[in-house]
């Protein structure tokens, strides 16, 4: 928890443009079937409104 509180803010601007590999950890077996352990997280800012946006990408389930 000390981890966390003594956190701090990022500049969005870091985000642009950047990819980040994650897995779900922790959820029940029959909702790993039914959902991606495996995915990447994509950030990317809209040139032409400046807005950064941030989704789920799958990727391949093989393990």
């Known amino acids: 928890m000390d981890l966390l509180t003594s956190g701090h803010s990022i500049d969005p601007r870091q ?6 590999r994650g897995i779900s950890l922790g959820l029940p077996a029959i909702v790993e079937k039914l ?4 995915f990447k997280k994509v950030f990317h800012r809209d040139p032409a409104t400046g807005v950064l946006r941030g989704w789920n990408v799958r990727m391949e389930q093989n393990g």
């Open 35 to 38: 959902t991606w352990k495996k």
């Open 15 to 20: 985000l642009d443009d950047v990819e980040y």
